[in-house]
């Protein structure tokens, strides 16, 4: 049942004061003096870039920290016990009995050698929930249910991999509301998953918590998600909290200039505008100022911001900010007209497909797909996870050659299988994967993975292999002086940076995106999709952006695709597609797609 206060109001379930943690060794803060409290039932959403601190707070609401870190100070309670004063097999047993975890990743929270079903009732055995007297399989069954999930044989005699990501991911939010705890923590869970997914997954969380009476804390970067999901929201920034406030609250009237850059960052599916990232990077532990840790990225910042911390003070009701020259609640920043592009430059051509079918197998996955990409312009694809959008992405490149219908382009037919494509042509079409992590070789620095495509397409010298490293790095805004680093010393959207840059090198004139901001920070894929832009200006580039996520479709592209089960339901001009859709399942995308109005805020 839920507490409530003599006052009326909900009481505290997860409270937190003070919490300090540290490098093991150096004891150096890698997050300071953070305090919140997150009633009964109610969802807190936290959020920052990467290297924020959010999901190291996340982690310690479990009794954990990452390797090479500690909890140094402060304490967490949850349902009137102290967290940190549990160890060994008390905090073994309070983590799924009072706090569960759910990762971004359910790959890395479910076990691939072990069946679904065998997965679900393993908690319920371990902390002994079988005591009410019901069979086992029968709260399985019930535990399903309530995710949505049919109990079914194939179903629980499935392994991780042989389901969807949203499955895997319902999976492991049923594992964690299992035992029902006090407080789950979720820690990115919808990133990658396509808008519809995406929905139903947040309802379920929502309606868990609600009948669970559960609490729960939401991490993320995606801010429409968190105005969708929270009551509470709080802000991190080079580890501490630099605002709180009621979800409406934040969304409609952030204080901070931090907040308000995030929130104009974030593309809208209601109008097309310029997205305005923030430069720079969060200073890292160690390296935080005396002052604002946000004051070398922000144009408010006077004399007073640099030389001492700003304290978090009240700003309203219930809405606290660490700023001395906080943002006009009721200041609303301009939408910045998208620049139209310019006409295509020499030796680019036109993209056409007449009639493209692709398999796997024997399965049929795309079902006569037909559309062109005019020279110089882009084109957005989207659609549900499994719609065929990435096979599509994969036959352009030659990465996929189980396929059979004409495709041109630059009036050049193209071979299925690229090792039949003369190399002009391979330069031509460049690729850039959803995945830097995984595309880039760890084991080579940023300037050898940059310049690798120039010794399978061009003759020149090491000199000038290394000169125009240096030229695509600073047209990426990266800067020459990162080329003798390696892949791990750079943040995800420098990584995916690269990744662009190495695709550029060839001088291409089609370039492939894939999913390329799906897990990128809002500030960063704001920066990363408007150096596209201007790249687009400035070359010609023939572009094909293929995303889950439509709103950042309408600051990128010129015309849409909308695939469903790998049939094209809908192709115009972006403008006129997102704004009068006519086929049922663009509609439902749209009205999938998580807004500020979620939040009570108007759009």
């Known amino acids: ?60 609401l479990l009794g954990y920290a990452r390797r090479g870190l500690r909890i140094a100070e402060g304490t967490i309670d949850i349902a009137g016990t102290s967290v940190l004063d549990l160890s060994g097999t008390a905090l073994r047993k309070a983590r799924g009995t009072l706090v569960a975890y759910v990762p971004q990743d359910p790959a890395s929270g479910l076990n691939p050698a072990l069946t679904l079903g065998y997965q679900l009732g393993e908690a319920m055995r371990i902390h002994d929930e079988g005591r009410s007297g019901d069979p086992l399989d029968d709260r399985i069954a019930a535990l399903l249910d309530e995710v949505r999930l049919p109990a079914t044989r194939q179903l629980l005699h499935s392994y991780p ?18 035992c029902r705890p006090r407080l789950v923590v979720l820690d990115e869970p919808t990133t990658g998953l396509d808008v519809t997914t995406q929905r139903h997954i947040l309802q379920t969380i929502r309606r868990l918590a609600i009948a669970h009476d559960v609490s729960a804390v939401y991490v993320s970067h995606d801010l429409p998600v968190v105005a969708e999901i929270a009551d509470d929201v709080a802000v991190m920034y080079a580890g501490r909290l630099v605002e709180k406030a009621p979800a409406p609250a934040i ?65 309203g009701a219930d809405h606290l900010a660490r700023c001395y020259h906080p943002v006009d609640a009721k200041a609303s920043a301009p939408v910045i007209a998208i620049p139209r592009i310019a006409p295509p430059a020499a030796g680019t051509g036109a993209l056409d497909v007449d009639g493209l079918s692709a398999w796997y197998g024997d399965k049929q996955i795309l079902h006569d797909v037909r559309f062109r990409v005019q020279p110089g312009s ?76 120039l010794r399978f397409f061009d003759r020149l010298t090491s000199a000038e ?18 080329a003798d680093r390696m892949p791990e010393q750079l943040s995800g959207g ?66 849409i695709l909308v695939l469903e089960q790998g049939r094209v339901v809908e192709t115009g001009p972006v403008e006129h597609v997102l704004t009068h859709p006519e086929h049922a399942y663009t509609k439902q995308l749209l ?13």
């Open 1 to 60: 049942m839920t507490d409530v206060t003599r006052s009326g109001a909900l009481a505290p379930r997860l409270q937190v004061d003070g919490l300090g943690v540290v490098m093991a060794r150096s004891g150096t803060p890698v997050v300071q003096d953070v305090s919140f409290e997150v009633a009964a039932a109610q969802v807190m959403g936290l959020v920052g870039e990467s290297g924020s601190g959010k999901s190291t707070v996340a982690l310690s």
């Open 161 to 178: 991999h042989q389901v969807s990501g949203g499955q895997a991911q319902r999976v492991a939010i049923a594992m964690a509301f299992a």
């Open 251 to 315: 969304f409609g009237g952030a204080r901070h200039p931090y907040t308000a850059g995030l929130l104009r960052a974030a593309p809208t599916p209601e109008r097309a505008g310029v997205l305005v990232g923030i430069e720079g990077r969060p200073p890292r532990p160690g390296r935080w100022p005396i002052g604002c840790a946000f004051a070398d990225r922000c144009a408010r910042a006077t004399e007073v911001c640099v030389a001492t911390h700003p304290p978090l003070e009240p700003m």
């Open 378 to 453: 882009c084109l957005g694809i989207v659609g549900e996870s499994g719609s065929g959008k990435t096979t599509l992405a994969r036959c352009l490149a030659g990465l996929h050659s189980a396929w059979e219908g004409p495709v041109e382009f630059g009036a050049q037919l193209l071979d299925p299988k690229a090792r039949r494509r003369r190399p002009e042509e391979r330069r031509r079409i460049q690729y850039i994967f959803q995945n830097p992590h995984a595309s880039l070789n760890p084991r080579m620095s940023v300037g050898e993975n940059v310049e690798e495509p």
């Open 465 to 482: 292999r290394r000169r125009k490293v240096a030229e695509v790095l600073e047209q990426v805004a990266l800067g020459a002086d990162l």
């Open 494 to 559: 420098e990584r995916q940076r690269v990744a662009v840059a190495r695709a550029l090198i060839v001088d291409p004139e089609l370039l492939i995106c894939d999913e390329i901001t799906s897990a990128l920070d809002v500030s960063v894929q704001a920066l990363v999709i408007e150096q596209l832009r201007e790249l687009q200006l400035q070359r010609g580039l023939t572009m094909v952006f293929i995303t889950h996520n439509v709103a950042v479709v309408r600051s990128i592209a010129q015309d």
């Open 591 to 603: 009205a999938d797609l998580p807004r500020f109005a979620d939040a009570g805020v108007a759009s």
